[in-house]
């Protein structure tokens, strides 16, 4: 007997039997050879879901043939207004230039002068003389400048003149005359409201963009860099955005009949009022900057009180003199200052109501009627001495050059 305080790990062993050969077919999990039916219904669901798809009728599934490229319909010619404005551009844009303007910095550890980009504008092509025009405020605060033309070529530029009271620039590129294209030049004096026009310039620093659109207003009043009004200004509904400044307002045939200059927004961007300088006006300061390198600006040879100071002291309009400059063309005419006599009290000058037939009602309708005129002229001035009015002509001097 065993021990039975042990477990018994004996059992009786099946008889030895011969090592069973496998074979090389394999035998299924499963005792049942049928195919399921859960199994059939999806490969019946997948076979027609793939039909339907390649037959283009699932939803958001396209035929095989809808994935080919479409026959292209004939356009035809194009519109006659479209092939004048492709005509136009083609013809105008090599006279317009982006300008590029730089600041000035000595680096302080190699003291090396750096040129830092501070701006963009535009600018047109003035003459075969490389004179470049553009608005005053684009180069206003700029040390240096650079011309891109047309062809992408860069030039360096140089300043020849300016007039801030109209807000113009002439620059200068020593380009030869085979790489440049001069502007068309039109008139402004006989536009009319409605006009077809069209801006090219570019805004944001993009080149050649042409935007379209219509004369708005005639006639209109902007203050100048210089403070003093702009007379006669185009309004116009065509995109001008920053970056068009200084860049060419052009007709239906192309040609120059404003310089883009400023917009009304109150965001910055173009909101459909912009503004552009008559050619007018640039056919007469331009060519003065060229020779000059300013505008000679007409004066009668006096000094005017504030409009407030002659309002308190009882002049409802006109402009009231203060001083006569002695050997001016005020003083040559007679024309009296204000003063005080010898029992100390305060005699006023004469008042200056009409110069050469325009009405003068303030300080800035004076400034208006001598922007015309040059010096050399004599203009005719109607004024208020002691209640009485007298006319006298002046000769007009030059304006001494600011300093």
């Given at each position: ?136 405020h684009v180069i206003r605060s700029a040390q240096a400048a650079k011309v891109r033309l047309a062809d992408q070529s860069t030039w360096d530029a140089k300043l020849v003149g300016y007039e801030a009271n109209k807000d113009l620039a002439v620059l200068k590129i020593e380009a030869p005359a085979d790489r440049l294209r001069k502007i068309d030049i039109g ?174 009602k303030s300080t800035i309708d004076l400034l208006k009627a001598l922007d015309g005129p040059k010096p050399g002229d004599s203009i005719r001035v109607t004024l208020l001495r002691n209640g009485r009015l007298q006319t006298v002509d002046v000769q007009l001097q030059a304006a001494a050059p600011s300093p």
């Open positions: 007997m065993s021990d039975p305080e042990q477990p018994d790990f004996s059992f009786d062993l099946p008889p030895a039997r011969e090592p069973v050969r496998a074979e090389r077919t394999a035998t299924p999990a499963s005792s049942s050879t049928a195919v399921p039916a859960w199994l059939v219904a999806v490969l019946l669901v997948s076979v027609a879901t793939l039909m339907l798809r390649n037959a283009g009728l699932l939803p958001g599934f396209s035929s095989r043939a809808a994935t080919e490229p479409r026959t292209v319909t004939p356009r035809g010619d194009l519109a006659a207004d479209e092939q004048s404005n492709i005509e136009l551009f083609r013809k105008a844009s090599p006279c317009v230039v982006h300008i590029k303007t730089l600041t000035r910095r000595r680096d302080p550890f190699s003291m090396n002068v750096l040129e830092i980009p501070e701006g963009t504008g535009t600018g047109f092509i003035y003459d075969d003389a490389g004179h470049i025009v553009t608005n005053y008139e402004s004096a006989n536009l009319q409201v409605g006009q077809k026009v069209f801006a090219i310039g570019c805004p944001f620093g993009l080149d050649q963009t042409l935007t379209t659109g219509v004369i708005s207003g005639l006639g209109r009043e902007i203050e100048s860099i210089g403070g003093l009004p702009i007379e006669g200004v185009i309004q116009t509904d065509a995109a001008i955005n920053p970056g068009n400044s200084g860049g060419p307002l052009l007709d239906s045939a192309g040609r120059l009949i404003g310089v883009n200059t400023m917009i009304v927004s109150p965001s910055g961007a173009y909101s459909g009022v912009g503004f552009a300088v008559p050619v007018d006006i640039i056919n007469q300061v331009v060519p003065e900057l060229i020779q000059h390198g300013r505008v000679e600006h007409a004066v009668l040879g006096l000094r005017l009180f504030d409009d407030q100071v002659s309002r308190r002291l009882g002049i409802p309009d006109g402009a009231l003199v203060r001083d006569v400059f002695k050997n001016g063309g005020a003083a040559a005419a007679g024309i009296r200052p204000t003063y005080e006599d010898e029992e100390g009290n305060i005699q006023l000058g004469d008042v200056l109501i009409e110069i050469g037939g325009r009405k003068i």
